[in-house]
């Protein structure tokens, strides 16, 4: 429907810039393409749900996400391009997940529920040993204060910076770098209380 | 919580191991890391718990089933036709609910006229006006 606007004149989509093809695939998304609309959201699916399960636990994040999608896709016209289009998905999956979070937490504890998803098939020693690491680092990120994970899971999931995660969850910058210095400072207390030496 | 590191010295190395600092800080917290082995020993711990922070298999997996999901949602017509037709499904509702409280009010309520046969017959005329309206403009 949109090929001319989504391809360019002959021009090989290595040469274009990546804000030049994000621009151009929200045009089409705008009006209405769901290829274009699903190419945006390619390279940013993974991270939303890795961010989201830490969020409000595997079992909802899933329906976070894909609820987060479809509105981000009616809304779109509210997207200026003022912020990276990754920062704009974030701040949707992460708007409805503190609508969704306190109901996780009170049906599940995140600790056990974390510690499982993360817990690894039985394998060679090393690499057990590093999955055990992981799930307890992950155990210990799920005892966050809500506001102290969502800055860190954007940051160590999404891999956005201080300014996109300062987009994202409508928080001035200066409160991102002091919420991510205490989210660390937090987890390596509880790292070390569970005897963790990463 | 930092130990013997203070606030605003954790605050700067995190933004340091982001990568959030102008290269004038960067080479201030280069030089303190040269001296102070507690400050290093914290980056180091911190980076090695952030590299056991990462997307995992399972959010891959679970990225493919939620696009597949999105797609086949906003193909479907009835996403964004239904969207404007759900917009006005209230107002048909909400020009009926004003049109029986007018009656009510002219009939049997403070308002009620010495002739209410002609009063009502106003206020029907009024709400057929409204649903013509309506009816004309709808999406």
């Known amino acids: 429907m949109l090929a001319g606007l989504l391809d360019g004149p002959a021009e090989p989509a290595v040469t274009q810039s990546g804000e030049d093809l994000e621009t151009r695939l929200v045009a089409a998304a705008m009006y209405g393409d769901p290829d274009a609309f699903d190419r945006l959201v390619a390279g940013h699916a993974a991270a939303l749900h890795a961010v989201a399960r830490r969020l409000v636990g595997n079992d909802l994040a899933s329906d976070v996400v894909q609820d987060s999608l479809l509105a981000a896709f009616r809304s779109l016209r509210r997207f200026r391009g003022e912020a990276s289009f990754g920062s704009y998905l974030h701040g949707i999956v992460v708007n409805r997940c503190r609508r969704v979070a306190p109901r996780w937490r009170r049906s599940a504890a995140p600790f056990d529920a974390l510690a499982a998803e993360a817990s690894p098939e039985p394998g060679p020693e090393a690499h057990a040993v590093a999955s055990d690491t992981r799930a307890r680092i992950e155990a210990a990120l799920a005892t966050l204060p809500l506001r102290y994970r969502e800055s860190l899971a954007l940051r160590e999931f999404a891999g956005l910076s201080y300014e996109e995660i300062a987009s994202a969850t409508g928080v001035p910058l200066g409160t991102v770098r002091s919420r991510i210095a205490r989210a660390r400072g937090l987890m390596r207390d509880e790292l070390e209380r569970r005897g963790v030496r990463p | ?139």
């Open chain 2, 1 to 139: 919580m930092t130990g013997s590191i203070s606030r605003s010295a954790w605050e700067r190395l995190n933004a340091y191991l982001d990568g959030e600092l102008s290269a004038a800080e960067i080479a201030d917290v280069e030089r303190e890391l040269e001296r102070d082995d507690a400050l290093r020993a914290a980056l180091e711990k911190m980076r090695r718990v952030s590299k056991g922070m990462s997307v995992e298999d399972v959010d891959v997996r679970a990225a493919h089933g939620i696009r597949s999901a999105v797609r086949e949602r906003l193909r479907r017509p009835s996403v964004r036709a239904g969207r404007s037709a759900m917009r006005w499904w209230w107002l048909p509702a909400a020009a009926a609910l004003a049109a029986v409280a007018l009656v009510a009010l002219y009939t049997a309520g403070p308002l009620a006229p010495t002739q209410p046969r002609v009063h009502v017959q106003a206020v029907a005329e009024q709400y057929a006006l409204a649903l013509d309206e309506l009816g004309g403009g709808q999406p």
